[in-house]
Nanobody, 113 residues
Framework: QVQPVESGGGLVQPGGSLRLSCVAA????????VGWYRQAPGNPRDLIAR???????DYADSVKGRFTISRDNAKNTVYLQMNSLKPEDTAVYYC???????WGQGTQVTVSS
């Protein structure tokens, strides 16, 4: 499965946490930059976190200090740890192999009481 596959979404209360996973087969994924994006209804798909093959990371201002991107190359997995979630974080979350342009199918995150 070269195309990334996301998991870990769900319904969480404001202030709660979720960890999303993005898995793809192959050594190419381990050497790729990977981005996490999100898209809420009526909004564009925005990049919120990115990690390079050398583990450098960047975050959108809207999630900085609350979200953490990391990777486990032994598992071909990139994670997005999301803490202090807010209702405005509600969206479909996608990961993307930035080197090859492959998108996952997305996972829904809903933050609501």
């Amino acid at each position: 499965q070269v195309q990334p596959v996301e998991s870990g979404g769900g319904l969480v209360q404001p202030g709660g946490s979720l960890r999303l996973s993005c898995v793809a087969a192959g050594s190419i994924f381990r050497r790729a930059a990977v981005g996490w994006y999100r898209q809420a209804p009526g909004n564009p798909r925005d990049l919120i976190a990115r990690i390079t093959s050398g583990d450098s990371t960047d975050y959108a201002d809207s999630v900085k200090g609350r979200f953490t991107i990391s990777r486990d190359n032994a598992k071909n997995t990139v994670y997005l740890q999301m803490n202090s979630l807010k209702p405005e974080d509600t969206a479909v979350y996608y990961c993307k192999n930035e080197n090859l342009g492959y998108w996952g199918q997305g996972t829904q995150v809903t933050v609501s009481s």
